[in-house]
C-alpha cells in the first residue's frame, strides 16, 4: 500500500533522526555532540509539527513548541555554558572504539526493527512505520551512555534517549497527554540544574569529568 505524502515525510524525518543519533555515537567532540543533540531536537519538533498537521491533533502542536523550547534552544544553551564553565576538553573518551561502537549500534537497529514489527503491524497510526526507527534511537542513545566515560556525553545520551522515547509515544498514539508531556519537561529541566551542579562537584574534587572517579568515594 503506497504512502500518502505527509506519511512520507514523516519516515524522512525518521531517518534523519536515526542518521544524527549515529553521528552522535561515533562523535568524539564535545561542542559537536551538543550541536548534533540541538539538531535532533528541531528534527523531532518538525516531525512533531507534521504529525499534527497530519492527523488534526491540536496538542501536538503544543508538543512541538515545548521540544523546540526545551531541546533546541534551552538545554543546548545550558550544556555549551557548562561546556565553557568547566573548561571540558573537546575530545570525548570512549570504553570502546567507533569503529566496534558503531558495528554494536546497527546490531541494536536490526534488533529494534524486528522487536517493532508486531506492533507496528497492530497500529491505525500514519506513524506506524516510524516505530522501529524510535526504537532503534533509544538503544543508540542508551549505548552511547554505556560507552562514554565523561558525564556530559553521558547526559547527552539520557537527553536522546527521552528524545526517542517521546519520538516512540509518538508513532505508537500520537504523543501522550499535555500534563505527563508537560511533567517530563520540567523533571528534565530540573535534572540538568541538578547535573549542572554535580558536575562542578566533581570537577572540584576530582579536577575531571571522568565518572570513574567517583569509584574513589568507596574508599572514603
Known amino acids: 500500500m503506497a504512502l500518502s505524502l505527509p506519511s512520507q515525510f514523516i519516515n524522512l524525518l525518521a531517518a534523519m533522526m536515526l542518521l544524527i543519533a549515529f ?4 562523535q568524539r567532540r564535545v561542542l559537536t555532540l551538543i550541536n548534533l543533540f540541538a539538531l535532533q531536537g528541531l528534527t523531532l519538533t518538525l516531525s512533531t509539527l507534521l504529525v499534527a498537521w497530519a492527523t488534526s491533533q491540536p496538542h501536538l502542536y503544543w508538543s ?4 523546540f523550547l526545551l531541546k533546541v534552544l534551552l538545554l543546548p544553551w545550558i550544556l555549551h555554558r557548562l561546556v565553557r564553565k568547566l573548561n571540558v576538553k573537546w575530545d570525548i573518551e570512549t570504553l570502546i572504539n567507533i569503529p566496534m561502537t558503531m558495528i554494536v549500534g546497527i546490531v541494536l537497529v536490526i534488533l529494534a526493527f524486528n522487536l517493532a514489527l508486531p506492533i507496528s503491524a497492530l497500529a491505525g497510526t500514519i506513524t506506524r512505520s516510524t516505530l522501529g526507527i524510535a526504537l532503534a534511537i533509544v538503544l543508540l542513545a542508551f549505548l552511547m551512555m554505556i560507552t562514554r566515560s565523561k558525564a556530559i556525553p553521558q547526559v547527552i545520551g539520557f537527553l536522546a534517549m527521552e528524545n526517542g522515547l517521546f519520538f516512540a509515544a509518538t508513532s505508537a498514539t500520537y504523543g501522550m ?6 511533567g517530563i519537561a520540567l523533571d528534565v529541566l530540573v535534572g540538568m540544574v541538578i547535573l549542572g ?3 562542578f562537584q566533581i570537577r572540584e574534587h576530582f579536577d575531571s569529568l571522568d565518572i570513574r572517579h567517583l569509584e574513589k568515594l568507596k574508599e572514603d
Request: proline share 6%.
Open 197 to 199: 551542579v554535580f558536575f
Open 177 to 182: 497527554p499535555m500534563v505527563v508531556e508537560l
Open 23 to 26: 553521528a552522535m555515537l561515533s
Open 64 to 67: 512541538a513548541l515545548i521540544t
